[in-house]
């Protein structure tokens, strides 16, 4: 079950990621290599961290913004660990903003079914 909620977050992610990112894109575009790494860091992090170490402890809200923080960081530092740290950003900041903000609102929706699948009692959510 654990591998299923994982896809779901790897597949909206990359999503957010390859329609969002190309469009804040500093000469040129963004590489398909890329935005499969990043959704597939991002939604390890996003599932490890934040929906299964801060959700059960913190709460749903506390959840979502952890989530997003969790999605920012990484598609901030991502590519200079993906490229090396002297390429640079291959974005602006508003694109890994609007992707994060993405990816906290989906995180909304999707902690009740975190938290049913996996039998968790959050805080913030009802049962």
């Known amino acids: 079950m654990l591998f ?3 896809a779901l977050k790897f597949v909206w992610q990359m999503a957010a990621i390859g329609m969002v990112i190309p469009y804040f894109a500093k000469g040129g575009g963004t590489h398909i290599t890329n935005i499969v790494l ?33 999605a920012y960081v990484v598609l901030w530092f991502g590519p200079a660990l993906i490229d090396g740290v002297g390429a640079g950003r291959p974005y602006t900041f508003e694109g890994a903003l609007l992707v994060a903000a993405l990816v906290a609102a989906s995180e909304w929706f999707v902690h009740p079914i975190v938290a049913r699948i996996l039998h968790m009692r959050v805080p913030g959510l009802r049962r």
């Open 38 to 70: 990043l959704g597939f860091v991002m939604s390890v992090v996003t599932l490890f961290v934040g929906d299964l170490f801060i959700l059960p402890r913190f709460g749903h809200v506390t959840g979502v913004i952890a989530d997003f923080l969790l």
């Open 4 to 6: 299923l909620l994982w």
